[in-house]
């Protein structure tokens, strides 16, 4: 039916294009000439002549249109009054299209980017001027591989001074344990001579108050050894402080040349030789793997249940519509994201022939397997109302019942519809007008016409 209205458009078109063409023809023949004579009959002639083509094309086109339009059309009214004749009955007639089933495999198509599996960006570990650089866009590295050299002239002398702490650390522990070791020696003579005068004033050689300051001395002595151990701990403790500065320095001295942290091309260069970088904020390069690459994708929400790792996928590049890319989901989220009702899917591919560039706009194709194929209603079928779409059914009884559907993906002449008291066989109305109400009793006739399968983009 759609096509039929459309070839009687074109017609009526070109029949209105034609008859401005021979109004034109015929006011050049009625226009006053200043010529003269036989060059000027010859010319009308042919004008003549023209304007008598053009009148018939326009015929054909109205014979076309006879036969393309009213003719169609006539026959399916005919058909239909005959139908009604024959049954003899006063119900309404309307023409029916069956509720199909969905076929059991599914093209689902979307949209992807492709990415590169690792990409990492390259900072500066070391404060300084860039001394050189080795490596520009482009360039494939391997791991280990030197890209480029900082000069620190401040670094350097940091290491000195941190060096030279742990040699002062290192003379302060020296100190300290001569300084042990003497107030050891000392607190032995402290005591030998405590006990002497101990066992003196015993026998009353000596006087109480002599042996009780030769007694606090050793006490002080034994004291002085306990604070000289802590001295030496504590020159200990300095020495690998200071130690640890010097290790730390000699780390950063070594970030003085940067080193590509993986095999993969460098795809970005941020800075250029004399420039000044900051430790750990100046974005010198940015490296990329992309001898695998990956694209991510939303998968909606009717297909989600379909999606797991192992699903191959194929895809297809805008400027490269010959060749595929075979690839296979490696991840999902295992979650939908509330806001787009959407699964995220990671596609994983080979790219060692190096075709696929990070950041490609792809179209990644599945042929997913349906447990529950959705059912299928043809477009004009549709009634879209306040309260939601609607199909209007034909009962076992031929009367009319509005059922409310959800709706899926609209491939153009046909619809899916996910929820809805629809079963397959079902006869919806096409094309509804006023007088298909609820409960109406109608004549129903069936579309001759197949509808068209579920074909479509995803």
Do not use: C
């Not at 969905?102 to 404060?127: F, K």
Request: glycine content about 8%.
């Amino acid at each position: 039916m759609q096509n039929v209205e459309q070839r009687e458009n074109g017609l009526l078109a070109e029949i209105e294009q034609l008859r401005r063409k021979v109004a034109e023809q015929e006011r050049m023949l009625a226009a006053p000439t200043t010529g003269h004579g036989a060059g000027h009959q010859q010319k009308r002639k042919a004008s003549t002549g023209v304007v008598m083509i053009l009148a018939g094309v326009a015929a054909a086109a109205f014979v076309g249109l006879f036969f393309l339009g009213y003719l169609p059309q006539a026959k399916r009214q005919a058909d239909l009054v005959k139908s009604s004749r024959e049954e003899g009955t006063s119900d309404l007639l309307v023409t029916v299209g069956k509720v199909v089933k969905s076929p059991g495999t599914n093209n689902l198509v979307l949209p992807g980017n492709i990415q590169a599996v690792t990409e990492a960006p390259i900072l500066a570990r070391a404060t300084g001027y860039l001394k050189k650089r080795y490596v520009d866009i482009g360039d494939h590295v391997k791991e280990g591989q030197l890209v480029a050299e900082i000069e620190a002239p401040e670094l350097t002398q940091q290491l000195q001074q941190a060096k030279a702490t742990v040699e002062q650390a290192n003379a302060l522990l020296e100190q300290a344990n001569a300084a042990l070791q003497q107030g050891r020696a000392n607190a032995q003579l402290a005591g030998t001579t405590a006990e002497r005068y101990a066992a003196l004033v015993k026998k009353g050689a000596v006087a109480k108050q002599d042996n009780d300051n030769f007694q606090s001395q050793w006490e002080a002595q034994k004291a002085n050894v306990l604070a000289l151990e802590k001295a030496v701990l504590a020159a200990t403790s300095n020495i690998n402080a200071a130690s640890a500065n010097v290790s730390r320095l000699n780390e950063i001295d070594s970030h003085r040349k940067v080193l590509a942290p993986f095999a993969g091309v460098i795809t970005l260069r941020n800075v250029d030789s004399g420039a000044l970088v900051n430790e750990g904020s100046t974005l010198l390069f940015r490296i990329a793997q992309t001898n695998r690459v990956r694209t991510y994708i939303n998968v909606p929400q009717s297909e989600a249940s379909n999606m797991k790792v192992g699903v191959k996928a194929t895809l297809t590049i805008p400027n490269m519509p010959s060749k595929k890319f075979e690839g296979t989901v490696t991840h999902t989220s295992d979650a939908l994201d509330p806001a787009s009702r959407t699964l995220l899917a990671e596609i994983q591919l080979d790219n060692q022939a190096g075709f696929l560039l990070p950041g490609m706009y792809a179209q990644v194709a599945f042929k997913m397997t349906r447990k529950e194929p959705p059912l299928l209603i043809r477009a004009d079928t549709l009634v879209i109302r306040a309260d939601g779409p609607q199909v209007a059914k034909v009962m076992p009884d031929k009367t009319i019942h509005y059922e409310k559907i959800t709706l899926g993906r609209d491939f153009g002449e046909t619809m899916e519809v996910i929820t809805s008291n629809l079963a397959e066989g079902d006869e919806l109305v096409a094309n509804p007008g006023d007088g298909v109400q609820e409960k109406t009793k109608v004549k129903p006739v069936e579309i001759k016409s197949e509808a068209p399968g579920g074909r479509g983009r995803g």
